[in-house]
């Protein structure tokens, strides 16, 4: 059953928040398909490992102190901080999990406002429910109603297609790479939600029909012209090199949002 992987080999693990009290542990991962497997070793895979479904669950490289080749996987339970022997094989690990995880939220959405609709049903509703009128928790049909309306389709911050995220202080929709950028900004610039995996409430969404993407841009990009813009993300997209194309993109979040260079 794990023929063909996404990515898989040794590395060292710990799991929880508290480094005091848990040690590094050599493990075998196997990413493959929606997850990603944990073996104690090569040679146990006939046992049940640990699973993580990276639906719910991210990559953030958060380099551990005194740990060059460190990231995390944050899910809704657990971090996960695992550490690779080279920088190559960390670029590797988090390029596969990013590209699933991305793949995933990807399939969740489609081009039109019905499938949209349909693909949050499916994943959000109890089976019990079998219409999308009948639902009247979590506020999932205005989203995708919100996510059709111009500018909202596109990432406020990269223009990359399916921004199934969002900043719900900022107003605005983004991908799931600036999604983690704003992760790292801290709560008191900008609190990520899920579009698909968390419940809005009535104020929040109403604060959405009120704002969106291009009415914060045009706060917050209020000196930047579309053709500097135009350049920055072309930068961001052309660079080959993982780590560099990280970097700009955290330069000019960084630069949008905690410098206000752009107001």
């Not at 006939?46 to 990231?71: M, V």
């Not at 944050?74 to 991305?102: C, D, F, H, M, R």
């Not at 790479?177 to 929040?204: A, F, K, P, Y």
Request: aromatic share 8%; hydrophobic share 35%; proline share 3%.
């Amino acid at each position: 059953p794990y023929d063909n992987p996404s990515a898989q080999g040794y590395v060292k693990l710990r799991i929880g928040s508290n480094f005091m009290n848990r040690d590094w542990k050599k493990r075998f991962l196997i990413l493959k398909n929606e997850s990603l497997f944990i073996f104690k070793t090569h040679t146990n895979l006939n046992q049940d490992p640990e699973t993580i479904n990276l639906l719910f669950a991210f990559p953030k490289q958060t380099p551990s102190k005194g740990k060059k080749f460190t990231f995390d996987i944050i899910s809704s339970s657990k971090t996960y901080t695992i550490q690779t022997e080279t920088k190559e094989e960390i670029e590797v690990w988090i390029e596969a999990l990013q590209a699933t995880n991305e793949k995933l939220m990807n399939a969740v959405l489609r081009n039109t406002i019905d499938q949209r609709r349909q693909s949050i049903f499916e994943i959000c509703v109890p089976e019990n429910i079998k219409d999308m009128n009948d639902i009247a928790t979590g506020n999932k049909d205005e989203l995708a109603d919100l996510l059709n309306i111009d500018g909202n389709e596109i990432c406020a911050d990269c223009c990359g297609s399916e921004p199934v995220w969002a900043s719900l202080n900022l107003g605005i929709f983004i991908c799931i790479d600036c999604s983690g950028v704003h992760r790292s900004l801290g709560v008191h610039i900008s609190q990520v939600r899920s579009v698909i995996l968390d419940e809005w409430d009535l104020t929040q969404v109403q604060f959405f029909k009120e704002n969106g993407n291009n009415v914060s841009n045009a706060l917050w990009e209020n000196t930047l012209t579309d053709e500097d813009k135009k350049d920055i993300i072309e930068e961001i997209k052309l660079t080959k090199d993982k780590s560099v194309k990280r970097r700009l993109r955290e330069e000019f979040i960084k630069d949008k949002y905690l410098n206000k260079k752009y107001c």
